[in-house]
DNA sequence: GTTCTAGAAC
DNA sequence: GTTCTAGAAC
């Protein structure tokens, strides 16, 4: 259950939070049956507000809804709103109810239009006396007016119900609710519907329609483009609407998770979209023939590892001759005019302007990445405004020209919102203008060969955004649908969709740079030398692997378990055994009343991305140490249960075991950050990455910033907590048992009876 | 990783 | 006014 279980840790001062629950949905989808079956079980007072029935039995107004409502709330009863709120605009007013005492819902209806009308023709006696033939007419029109609600309108929680068993499901959640309880906020369940597709449809072609044919008549092969989208894609084409509905701050969290979720995931169908300009050709005067050679010839290398993927190249003049030359080479060369596409338009405007839905952009950036100059780095941050320069500086300082560096861009950009961008790719091409510093003197065998590294750097990035992206829905697949529906939150862990340890290294550092350039230096390092600042000190350099001429080291306080890993013999207070390989200390901030750490000692060895075949009797080493420690403690103090494993993406330099008791009963516990990292996919269980490496020789790391700003769970119940101090003191109560994918495959070490058994 | 602190949330 | 979060600095 989603509920807060912990009503008694709150105390009996807690204020009793109200809740408007808006029902959407045709007649017929079955919000009125919802409203009775939640007001026969629930423990807490609930009024329902029916339009149909409100004026002594008769069909009534919205204003007397409205009146109603208020009266309920004012009562301290919480209110549903049992009238079909299809549009925005019919639910606007209900929503103006909340308040910070009064929690704004939206249930989705969201049923077959078939069902509802089969429903509303049978049934005899409605309240809103819609029944007979007649019903058929009026549920398809109404429903053709269906606005979906978002969170951006004022709702703090929303749950789509596709089919009965999510039906059944919202009812459970709000039977559940007792006085005092509250739900978590987000948008659940949702997932591609058709009536979400038809939405996407109009608008698509009403965008289509008007600036491309314009703009592309007499250009048969972008007539060609616009008619394969229209005809074909549109459906797998996911617009800003769907990905970009503005939140208030408060949700945006839990909003872009689950738009991840419910957009990202779900629309099996949408088509990841690059959209690329000529890089070089510009202003760094490249020549345009041999240009176009290499960007087909780089096309048509990758398109077919890109699988459903597309890439387009995007020029802003109609007149364009690069692309005219790709259009005619590409035709030659008989590139799947599917997967590779050119097109005019401002690389900035391609949904807005042009219909055209890309989630991936390239920039050709200067060298410091920064904003301004001319031309489409200009352009690109001038529309993606200050959230992308920081994202930028974020990943990276600088770039040497062959390289590409991925930004995933903010959902604050107005690119993202607008758009449906959702990452720009910087990349840096080779310099043939004299009037620019660092230019290649006409030397077109290293300007060739920079800007075939260039194209593969930017290819590969965006192909590695691609393939995080299908591993990242196959993962929450499972997540979102237990939310809605059920008690334990199970997260999947599998070795499926595995990313390569060198894609996972990359995406550490945001940059890319193609096979070719990894393999041969040269020419990027004389560049490069002047380029990239400089880093000092002696653990910087052991401690950039594969920079890619972006420097991100550790910083200086991300090494203590390194140094005590190198030199124990230094920190002879806090280790508790050494080896030749590992090292035991106790964590010198505690999240739990035990809390240890296992510290391998092997140079090199930073995290568990660097871990490896080569490293599995090691990690069966640490998991036995760890084990014994644990077991150690166990005698102590029998209460305790432990879990062993590793952070995804950890803080600290110098691959590291946690040894942690499940109480998190500690004072170092300070935020949403500490509690996530021990308490969802980013905690990886020390035998399932064993098992992992055993197979597939890689540990699936979840280092996914999103991951750790989740909601607050509890551990064993999963109940849902506004904020850590909450959720701790519900820790502190919580007797439930452990989810079941916490007790299997011995993830817990748990005390054992006297006889044997374990507690 | 922590500490500090501004400002949001309550 | 107090509590809590989140971002910057280290």
């Not at 000190?537 to 550790?554: I, L, P, Q």
Request: aromatic content about 6%.
């Amino acid at each position: 259950m989603d509920v807060d279980g912990g009503s008694s840790s709150m105390g009996e001062e807690e204020k009793r939070k109200m809740m408007v629950v808006i029902l959407v949905g045709a007649p017929g989808s079955g919000k009125s049956t919802f409203c009775d079956r939640v007001m026969r079980v629930s423990t807490r007072p609930w009024v329902r507000v029916c339009q149909d029935t409100i004026s002594n039995g008769k069909s009534g107004t919205k204003t007397q809804c409205l009146t109603s409502a208020a009266r309920a709330l004012k009562d301290e009863k919480s209110v549903f709103i049992d009238r079909c709120n299809l549009d925005r605009e019919q639910r606007a007013d209900f929503v103006k109810l909340g308040s910070p005492q009064i929690d704004v819902h939206a249930v989705v209806f969201d049923l077959p239009a078939k069902l509802c009308i089969s429903r509303s023709v049978k049934r005899v006696g409605h309240e809103g006396n819609l029944q007979g033939g007649k019903a058929a007419a009026v549920v398809n029109r109404m429903l053709q007016k269906k606005e979906l609600p978002k969170l951006s309108e004022g709702f703090s929680r929303i749950a789509f119900c596709q089919n009965e068993s999510d039906v059944q499901a919202a009812i459970s959640a709000y039977s559940a609710l007792g006085p005092l309880d509250t739900l978590p906020s987000g948008c659940f369940g949702q997932k591609s519907s058709d009536a979400k597709i038809q939405l996407g449809i109009m608008k698509f072609l009403k965008k289509v329609d008007a600036p491309m044919n314009a703009e592309s008549k007499g250009n048969s092969l972008q007539n060609n483009v616009t008619t394969e989208i229209t005809k074909e894609n549109y459906s797998r084409c996911k617009g800003p609407e769907d990905i970009a509905r503005t939140a208030s701050k408060e949700e945006k969290e839990v909003e872009d998770l689950a738009l991840s979720y419910a957009d990202g995931c779900s629309s099996s169908d949408n088509i990841p979209t690059l959209a690329f300009p000529s890089i070089s050709t510009a202003d760094f005067q490249f020549d345009l023939e041999k240009a176009a050679d290499i960007i087909v010839e780089k096309v048509s290398e990758f398109v077919t590892k890109l699988g459903n993927a597309r890439l387009v190249l995007v020029d802003l003049s109609s007149g364009s001759k690069i692309l005219s030359l790709v259009r005619a080479k590409a035709k030659q060369k008989n590139i799947d005019s599917d997967k590779f596409l050119t097109f005019v338009g401002d690389i900035t405007r391609l949904y807005s302007k042009g219909g055209l839905c890309c989630n991936v952009i390239a920039n050709a950036a200067n060298w410091r990445l920064k904003a301004g100059g001319g031309g489409v780095n200009a352009a690109i941050f001038s529309a993606a405004g200050p959230a992308l320069e920081i994202a930028t500086k974020e990943r990276a300082g600088s770039l040497t020209p062959g390289k590409a560096v991925v930004v995933p861009l903010p959902s604050t950009s107005p690119l993202f919102s607008r758009e449906g961008v959702t990452h720009v790719i910087h990349v840096l091409g080779p310099n043939m203008n004299p009037q620019r510093p660092n230019f290649l003197n006409n030397d077109y065998i290293k300007g060739c060969k920079v800007l075939r590294e260039a194209y593969s750097s930017l290819f590969e990035g965006f192909a590695f955004i691609v393939r995080s992206q299908e591993a990242l829905c196959k993962d929450r697949t499972v997540k979102l649908g237990s939310v809605l529906s059920e008690s334990t939150v199970d997260f999947e862990i599998s070795c499926m969709n595995q990313v390569s340890n060198t894609d996972q290294k990359f995406k550490r550092e945001g940059v890319y740079e193609s096979e070719r350039n990894k393999k041969s230096k040269g020419c990027q390092e004389e560049l490069g030398s002047n380029i990239i600042g400089a880093t000092s000190g002696e653990d910087n350099a052991k401690n950039e692997k594969n920079n890619g001429g972006v420097s991100k080291a550790w910083g200086s306080w991300a090494q203590a378990l390194y140094h005590v890993a190198m030199h124990p013999e230094m920190h002879k207070n806090d280790v508790m055994e050494i080896s030749d390989d590992i090292v035991v200390l106790n964590d010198l901030y505690p999240k739990a009343k035990r809390h240890l750490l296992v510290v391998a000692r092997f140079e090199g060895l930073d995290r568990l991305a660097d871990a490896s075949k080569d490293h599995l009797e090691l990690l069966r080493a640490m998991h036995a140490v760890g084990l014994k420690w644990a077991e150690k403690c166990l005698i102590e103090d029998k209460t305790l249960v432990f879990r062993l494993g590793y952070h995804s993406a950890p803080s600290m330099r110098q691959l590291h075991l946690h040894v942690i008791s499940q109480d998190f009963d500690s004072k170092h516990l300070k935020n949403k950050k500490h509690w996530n990292s021990f308490n969802t996919p980013f905690f990886l269980d020390s035998v399932d990455v064993i098992e992992e490496i055993d197979k597939c020789g890689r540990a699936t790391l979840k280092d996914d910033d999103r991951l750790l700003s989740m909601e607050l769970r509890c551990h064993r119940c999963r109940s849902a907590h506004p904020n850590l101090p909450r959720l701790k003191s519900h820790i502190g109560n919580c007797r439930a048992p452990f989810p079941p994918l916490l007790l299997q495959n011995s993830r817990l070490v748990l005390g054992l009876n006297e006889d044997g058994t374990n507690q």
